[in-house]
């Protein structure tokens, strides 16, 4: 059986469930090889079996980490040279899909970005032009470099003992020119992820500036907290938060959009999330053709009684 290169999304060695979600998409394509960067490889290791990979290939070259994408792409396309995989998965990140453009030139590879399914022989779907249309679609020159964005697949678990292998990588001047100089992690809110949740609660210009049942909605669900371009626009919430075309793409199992109209930059954010609700004062909203469910109402009502059943029923 071929192998399917799985770059491993981590950090210090706690590996991202897109990670998982990705092994569980490459088993049914080959056998998973997981390339892991870093020095925490040990550490990763149960997961990483946890989830099927029947290899793990550790660059640990510091020089990886010192600077941006540019010597990742130069190591993997190494790994590759030497593996010859059948495809190569990267997590659809900002980081990810600019090391799989770089990947895909330097093997002169098909690449495939955003990916929300990857079936048998490598054939992926992908929602497209600003979500108006989903396309099935396979590399047909090279080997498939394939980005997959977050919640694409539920992570199975696939029990295997994979053989940690050290391979030593070498990294052109010409990749060392951006070194990162310094570097700190995004303060936690005590919520998921917003691209990796599998519930988001996003509010809009119809929450008039006032986040509090959105952020209490999404707390009693375990859920992620979203905004719109016009909320964030309006200094109401953080840009870090923004989902849409200029913003952060999700698609996660449930999204809840409260106080959005629905217009097409947003929708290119988040209509790929498997289940779309909506709650909305105006009837004639664009995002009601959008949504599983609707809710003609205030948001201000709503969610306040939606979050008080919640956790009435979570007791």
């Known amino acids: 059986m071929s192998n399917v290169l799985v770059l491993v999304d981590h950090t210090a060695g706690t590996v991202r469930k897109t990670t998982a979600e990705l092994l569980t998409i490459a088993r049914r394509l080959g056998e998973p090889v997981a390339v892991f960067i870093g020095s925490e490889v040990q550490a990763a ?8 990979a029947t290899k793990v290939i550790a660059l640990s070259n510091p020089e990886l980490t010192q600077f ?39 093997l002169d590879s098909g ?38 964005k977050p919640n ?9 003992s994979p053989e940690v292998e050290e391979f030593d990588v070498t990294i052109s001047d010409t990749a060392k020119t951006a070194r990162i100089t310094d570097s700190k992690p995004r303060e936690a809110t005590g919520r998921p992820e917003l691209t990796e949740a599998a519930i988001i609660v996003s509010g809009g210009r119809g929450t008039g500036g006032d986040f509090g049942p959105i952020e209490a909605f999404a707390d009693s669900l375990g ?9 964030v626009d309006s200094g109401w919430y953080p840009h870090a938060y923004q ?21 097409i930059q947003h929708r290119a ?45 979570k007791s």
């Not at 290791?45 to 099927?52: C, E, F, M, R, V």
């Not at 989902?243 to 217009?263: E, F």
């Not at 201000?300 to 059943?309: D, R, S, W």
Request: charged share 15%.
């Open 45 to 52: 290791l149960p997961t990483l079996g946890q989830y099927g």
């Open 152 to 160: 694409a697949a539920t992570p199975e678990a696939a029990d295997a």
């Open 68 to 106: 941006l994408v540019a010597p990742k792409a130069e190591a993997l396309a190494q790994v590759a040279a030497k593996i010859e995989p059948s495809a190569i998965l990267i997590s659809s990140n900002a980081e990810g899909k600019e090391i799989a453009a770089r990947l895909a030139v330097k």
């Open 223 to 231: 859920a992620a907290v979203g905004a719109s371009r016009a909320a």
């Open 243 to 263: 989902v849409g075309q200029t913003g952060k793409t999700v698609s996660p199992q449930l999204y809840v959009a409260a106080g959005i109209s629905g217009a």
């Open 269 to 313: 954010g988040m209509q790929t999330s498997k289940t779309i609700v909506a709650v909305n004062k105006d009837p004639e909203a664009p995002i009601f053709e959008l949504v599983d469910f609707g809710v003609v109402g205030d948001l201000h009502k709503v969610l306040p009684t939606a979050t008080e059943e919640v956790t009435k029923r």
């Open 111 to 148: 690449l495939i970005t955003d990916a929300v399914d990857v079936q048998e022989g490598a054939v992926t779907t992908q929602s497209v032009f600003a979500g108006n249309f989903t396309v099935q679609a396979k590399v047909t020159h090279g080997t498939p470099i394939i980005t997959v």
